[in-house]
């Protein structure tokens, strides 16, 4: 099984950074592909980007050029920088894992942009 367990979020001004870390253990294969979710107020999960193992990243539109997502492997840890945020961009933000045996969620960290 994987465990996720995400941080960094917090209550920032538009036009400020956040760099939030998915920290990976249990067993896993490095590099670990992951996806970066958020949770607005509709409590849906809306994709914002992700990486894949070969390192490959993709961002939904509305973050390009304002996001980026980097891996430390030898932390097993995923990053999702975030720069110039803006109001729409609050909610919880999660990382998500996906395998053969499942899917593994973080429990997600908040990031509320205030205007």
């Known amino acids: 099984q994987v465990q996720l367990e995400e941080s960094g979020g917090g209550l920032v001004q538009p036009g400020e950074s956040l760099r939030l870390a998915c920290a990976a253990s249990?067993?896993?294969?490095?590099?670990?592909?992951v996806a970066w979710y958020r949770r607005g107020v509709d409590k849906r999960r809306a994709w914002v980007g992700g990486i894949t193992t070969g390192g490959t990243a993709d961002y939904e539109d509305s973050v390009k050029g304002r996001f980026t997502i980097s891996r430390n492997n030898a932390k097993n840890t995923i990053y999702l920088q975030m720069n110039n945020l803006k109001p729409e961009d609050t909610g919880a933000y999660y990382c998500?894992?996906?395998?053969?045996?499942?899917?593994?969620w973080g429990q997600g960290t908040q990031v509320t942009v205030t205007s």
């Open positions: 249990g067993v896993i294969t490095i590099p670990l592909s």
């Open positions: 998500r894992h996906s395998r053969d045996d499942g899917e593994y």
